[in-house]
Nanobody, 122 residues
Framework: QLQLVESGGGLVQAGGSLRLSCAVS????????MGWFRQAPGKEREFVAT????????DYADSVEGRFTISRDNAKNTVYLQMNSLKPEDTAVYYC???????????????WGQGTQVTVSS
């Protein structure tokens, strides 16, 4: 069973940066497309970013394009989300997710982490 563990969340002022990490175990990491999602209080979970199995292609939600960068290190079984120029509206629980043999997908993820809280103060 694939396991995903996020880390790196916290409290940051608007305009600041954070880097989230998601360590994956229990499977062959390079066979999974990876994604980041977030859920703010009272809102639906939403797509943030995704990356292909090789890391060669990426896709971002319009709301984070140009500020967030997704990357992966297949040797370390880890996917990252670098978040710059953070805004209060980025406040949410951030989840990483894995899709077996996926592409750079916005849907259809099979495995999810437990989430990490990101809070951006104004």
């Amino acid at each position: 069973q694939l396991q995903l563990v996020e880390s790196g969340g916290g409290l940051v002022q608007a305009g600041g940066s954070l880097r989230l990490s998601c360590a994956v175990s229990g499977g062959t990491f390079s066979l999974y497309a990876m994604g980041w999602f977030r859920q703010a209080p009272g809102k639906e979970r939403e797509f943030v970013a995704t990356i292909t199995r090789s890391g060669g292609n990426k896709d971002y939600a319009d709301s984070v394009e140009g500020r967030f960068t997704i990357s992966r290190d297949n040797a370390k079984n880890t996917v990252y989300l670098q978040m710059n120029s953070l805004k209060p509206e980025d406040t949410a629980v951030y989840y990483c997710a894995a899709r077996f043999l996926g592409n750079y997908d916005r849907f259809g993820y099979n495995y999810w982490g437990q989430g990490t809280q990101v809070t951006v103060s104004s």
